[in-house]
Every structure is written in structure tokens, then in C-alpha cells.
DNA sequence: ATCGAACCGTTAATCAATTAACAATATATG
DNA sequence: CATATATTGTTAATTGATTAACGGTTCGAT
């Protein structure tokens, strides 16, 4: 699985912005395999495949590795990106901070519903979707953002497609059909409450809570 | 890997309410194997796993299929939720419609600023987090959604595990802490877009548009 | 300058997940 | 009723991902 590799790196990101900002330089295998949950051996292949070299007895360079992992998963490349669909799901990621070093940058927003158009969402004009071919070709935009009702979902993905988008981050809850070559990331939010449900029938019978000190970093989330 | 599995009994869960839509009443190993986009023995493996027999000429109940998997991912059991941090991805969360058949019910929401609390979201009256003890204990609640900014997570964390929740849905863009036999599902936005960000890296000279027939099904969810 | 510990790079071993293969079986057809 | 066929249940083979093991290097200590 390539994916469960990207997901690792991301990971990675994380605790080296962690570690930067604690004033370490240097981190070793061990260390991240720790924070991570994962072997140090699988640490080091992870970092042979991004070409990173360490040294014997000091481990990694953070400010190195951080440059190639950005670098690996293009996030330094800002690309050009569009959301359709200006409800509270695209407002909260309008107004969101993950735009930063995300390797996109939010160039216009688009609705169909006359009460949004023309307003102002955190300094983007609203604009009605029927402009969306125009300035997808005009700006430069590769990719968009889906925060459509499942219903009117395919229809814009085909409008993206045909203005020649190449990549969709899909929010609605419904699977979406793009042609070989557009790449398609799905963010399906019920997915995430279902496998919650999930776990927690395991946890049926929990034991009284222990004290907060022995909190252990959660390594569920890969 | 567990997850692999939870997340392909949910897309089928998925395929087979369309399935059903379209009056259907069974369906074989391989309809369902390709539309996930796996082999048909993986499919027969899991049913296997859930205990369902197919027939040797007609394949699986759809109707028995589904009891069967809302049961394993405990969709059927609505536990009690609360959620915190009301701004605008809160809002679009409380007003969506992943509730439903989610094994999860919205009976609270909370937050810390004055000029929200008390207003009426989606039926749900917004009080302030220093409730939130008493009502997690007063109302069977066994949840938490977070959706406050990062800073402010931990401390949430606290609250809710002080109260003696046993399961957080985190949006918030940073990792929790939380003792073992607390389920932490982590819904990291950011890595999604990373995610895209990465695959998009290598379709860069995309082709030129394909006519719209020949879409495919997308096999990148998994 | 030599020793020894800490850590990397790499290869081998293990473990897990996926697919392939095929005998068994129920149903449709004549 | 007999035969052909589609599809299951199950076991074996394959592939892939993860961890373990260990020789090789650097660096600090004596």
C-alpha cells in the first residue's frame, strides 16, 4: 500500500515541525519510530526511499529531512485550486488554516444559490458556477474542492473535468466517477463516525479511568 | 491491518444500498468485488469473516448483508455524542446529515465564546464547556467531537475523559493525547489535501481529456 | 591512538493481506 | 431426471509490508 507509506510521511512532518520548535537539529530513527509508533528500521527504509542520508551518531538533519519530505509530497509547488459549494462545510474550510503548506493555494470560490453569490468569505468573491470553466482556464486552477450536495456532486465534477482539472478533493458523500489521469481523494466524514462506532464496541466494558498522567501518545491514527 | 477491513465493510455497505435503490434483492462476490475495485475471493473472505452463506448460483442477500454489517460496525446502537467548538466547521458538522445510521447520536454541543452561547443550532441550544461534565454524566453520553482550534484540544481532551467519555472524533489539527481505552479517531483534513497534493505530483502531464464515457469507478478511496 | 558505544544502511526473516485455484453445490434447462 | 453452469467456500500460492538482525561508521572518551 503506497498510501499507508504517504500517510507515514506526513506523520513524519509533524513531529519534526514538533521537534524544530523544541530546538532539536538532529533526530534519530529511534526517536521518530517512537513518537510514530512504527519500528526504527521502518523509519530508516521510509528515509533511504527519500534518499536522506544520517550520520552514525547523531541520526537525522530535521531541517534536511523536512525540506525532502515537502519536497516528496510537493507542498512547496503551490497549486492552483477552486471550491464549489459555499455552505458551512466550505466555509469552515475557507476559513480554515490548512491551506498553509498544503502544496495548494484556494484561488476562487463558486455556488449556485443567488443568497451567496457576491458576498465576501474571507477576502473570495463568491462567484456563480457557471463562471467556474472560465476561470479554471484563466487562473491556472488544477484541482478543486467538493463541498456539494451529494446530489449536484457529479454534475460539477464533470463542469471541473471539462474546464480540465486534474485532481478533486471530494467532501460530498457519494462516490464520484472521473476519467483515468484526474486524480480523486476522498474525504468522506461518516467513514470516519463508522469506524469510530466501530472501535468503541470493543471498548464496551471500560475500566474506571486511570490518572491523566499515564496518557500514551495515540497511535490509531494511521 | 484491522482498518483495511473496516473501511471496505463500510463501501460495501455503500454499494449495497445502491444495489438495493435499484430493487435488487442479492448480489454476487464479483458485481461487488468490482465495483470496490478488489477481488472477488477478498469479498467472499470478509462475508466469511461476518458470517453471512451465500447460495452457489445467486450470491448474498442484500438485505441480510446489511443487517449483518450495521451490526459489526455497531450502526444500529445509537450512542450518545457531544460536540465542541461551534464554529463554522462545528456548524457544518451539527447540520449535516452523517448522523444518520452513523452508530452515533448528536445530543449536546459546546463552546466557550459568549456571543454563541445560548444561540439555537440545528435544534441543539449551544452552552457553555463548563456544562460539559454534567451533561456527559446526566445523559449517557460516550462521545466527543472536537472541532476547536489546535490550541485549545488538550484541554477539551481532559474535560471529556474527566467525564468519563470513551471515544473523540478530532478534527482538531493536532495529536491528542488520551489513556488507553479511550478510542481516538483522528479526522486530519490537512493530510487529505497532503494526500492529493502527492498523487497529483505524478499525473502532471495529464492527457488530454478522454470523452466522459469511458469514466471509471474511483478505486483511490480505500 | 585506540576502544567502545550509538546509530545508520542493508539484507534476511517474519508476518499479514491479497489473489488464485478448485472442488463442492445449488439451480436452470432440456 | 440428467446435465451444464454459475457461484460459493476453502485452501494454497503469492505478493507486500513490517520487523529483526547485524556488519560498518562515526565520534567521544581515555
Redesign the pocket.
Known sequence: ??R??IF?LESYLDHLAELKLAGRTT????EL?GRVG?????V??D??YLQ?????????EIGELEMLLYSELDLLHEKGMVLIGCGNLGRALIFSGIWEHSGFSLKAVFDNQASVIGSVVNGLTVRHVRELHSVVRSEEIVAGCLTVPAIAAQGVVQMLIGAGIRGIWNFAPTEIKAPAGVVVENQRLEQGLMTLSFAMKETRAAPIRPDLENYVHDASSS
Open positions: 500500500m503506497q499507508a507509506r507515514r533526530v534519530t530513527s529511534e519510530a512504527i519500528s526504527s528500521s521502518r530508516r527504509q528515509f533511504i536522506v542520508e544520517g550520520k552514525p551518531r547523531s541520526g537525522y
